[in-house]
């Protein structure tokens, strides 16, 4: 039984442990390291020399988001339409998601449109302009994270 516990024990630690390694010689050794770091190098030089990402820091038509008098109707956001009795929530809805607009003249011909929100639109009309759509701004136009 003593012999059988040993055995158990033998195989047990025999099967843990590592069996002879092969010895590779250093030349070979060294050429996988020069190898690795050669294309190390590479990577970091093609990462050092990486064009310029030629983003949008100052969008010419900041001031038309509702900062000022005249409102984009193409890039601003619902929530501009608040200084505008009348057009929050409903006029303001139907603008936001019928564009964009070439034309501020366009907006007249939003489907389901009835004839007081087509006045209330005209009396704002001359508060409107419609810039291209901005793709920065164009997705908050419904919903811009401000939650009270």
Not at 58 to 75: A, F, Q, R, T
Not at 117 to 135: G, H, N, W
Request: aromatic letters at 10%; proline letters at 6%.
């Amino acid at each position: 039984m003593k012999i059988a516990v040993l055995a158990l024990l033998f195989s047990t630690v025999a099967a843990f442990t590592s069996g002879p390694q092969a010895s590779r010689p250093a030349t070979e050794l060294a050429a996988e390291r020069r190898d690795f770091l050669s294309q190390a190098a590479a990577v970091a030089g093609l990462a050092a020399f990486a064009p310029a990402a030629n983003a949008v820091r100052d969008y010419e038509g900041l001031g038309y988001l509702g900062g000022g008098n005249v409102v984009d109707i193409n890039n601003a956001n619902v929530r501009v339409y608040l200084k505008m009795p009348g057009m929050y929530p409903a006029v303001a809805g139907k603008i936001v998601t019928n564009g964009p607009y070439k034309s501020v003249g366009e907006v007249y011909s939003i489907p389901g449109l009835t004839g007081a929100e087509k006045d209330v639109i005209k009396k704002y009309e001359s508060r409107f302009t419609a810039l291209p759509p901005q793709a920065d701004y164009v997705i908050d136009i419904y919903n811009n994270g401000l939650y009270r």
